[in-house]
């Protein structure tokens, strides 16, 4: 017993081992080439390059802002400002040590981190788990926003998944053996399990290899699975503290889908159209779930639907 015993901790301790060298691989593969911005204590790691109006990229549940690339440098071609969060716990930003930073957390933070970047006013391009960020923000600072641009996002409990919580997502968030599992098992599992669970997201499209590599080794890093699986946790309510209030928003919107996107996006957009009537909704026959990695066209054509809007709005305005 007192062997089994022995051998189970050195075990687990090589594992732990193992973790902290692959994550420490990681950083040195993939180094944060952002600049940083703290808020509320949180320190967040932001793309940001150009001038003009501020556009802001927010990524889904997968992996960092980089994400948006193409249509990031798109934007500051065009003369914008383009700013490229990694989400609170994702990539090389910190996350609230305490409890789950929900959809209302991130954007509070999201908007603190803005005002001490002078960027005002802007458009917020939200992709995936960030379409309730995105409209969260929207309803909580309506007069501090320019438009909004939805690309495959959810917005809904209904037809969500992970609407009642899973059981990967509740073990990883537990105090201690959630702990242990990140920091023993989650590495090696990962690297196991991430070529099909990448395929089942980009599905029916292929999965771009080096996309592939970097989630191998940033999305199994201790700290960003466990803010992923807080996400998912935390998504269905804060859709429905929400979902009633969508029509209040003002502000231009475009909302964009794929219709061969394997998850519920297409029915959350075609909902929320109805909810925001003045909306804009493209569907995209061809196109997936992973629109900004794979079609960053039409995420650049959105941005570009949506300015249009604006600036109608502008001159009927006067």
Not at 192 to 201: I, K
Not at 223 to 242: H, K, M, P, S, T
């Amino acid at each position: 017993m007192l062997f089994a015993f022995g051998t189970a901790v050195v075990i687990l301790f090589l594992l732990y081992i193992f973790s902290v060298f692959t994550v420490w691989c990681a950083k040195r593969l993939y180094p944060p080439a952002g600049s940083f911005v703290e808020a509320e204590g949180v320190r967040l790691h932001v793309h940001d390059a150009g001038n003009g109006q501020p556009i802001v990229f927010l990524h889904g549940g997968v992996l960092w802002g980089e994400d948006f690339k193409e249509a990031s440098a798109w934007a500051v071609r065009q003369g914008y400002r383009a700013l490229a969060f990694d989400r609170p716990g994702y990539g090389y930003s910190g996350r609230f040590r305490k409890g789950i930073t929900t959809p209302k957390d991130q954007a509070r933070l999201l908007h603190g981190a803005l005002h001490q970047l002078g960027a005002e006013r802007p458009i917020l391009v939200a992709h995936s788990w960030s379409g309730v960020l995105a409209l969260t923000y929207a309803l909580d600072y309506p007069d501090e926003l320019s438009g909004l641009v939805i690309i495959g996002g959810g917005m809904y409990r209904k037809h969500y998944p992970a609407a009642e919580g899973d059981l990967l997502s509740k073990l990883v968030t537990m105090p201690i053996l959630g702990s242990l599992f990140l920091y023993t098992l989650l590495v090696p599992m990962g690297r196991l399990l991430s070529s099909g669970m990448m395929r089942a997201t980009f599905a029916p499209e292929p999965v771009p290899p080096e996309y592939g590599r970097a989630v191998r080794a940033l999305w199994f890093r201790p700290g960003q699975f466990r803010a992923n699986r807080e996400d998912v946790l935390a998504f269905a309510q804060a859709c429905d503290d929400i979902s009633e209030r969508y029509g209040e928003i003002t502000v231009p919107v475009v909302i964009a889908a794929g219709e061969a996107d394997p998850f519920p996006t297409l029915v959350h957009s075609t909902w929320l159209h109805r909810e925001i009537p003045h909306s804009k909704l493209i569907m995209h026959p061809d196109a997936g779930h992973m629109i900004p990695q794979l079609h960053p066209g039409i995420v650049m054509d959105s941005i570009q639907m949506l300015i249009s809007l604006e600036q109608e709005g502008a001159i009927e305005a006067h």
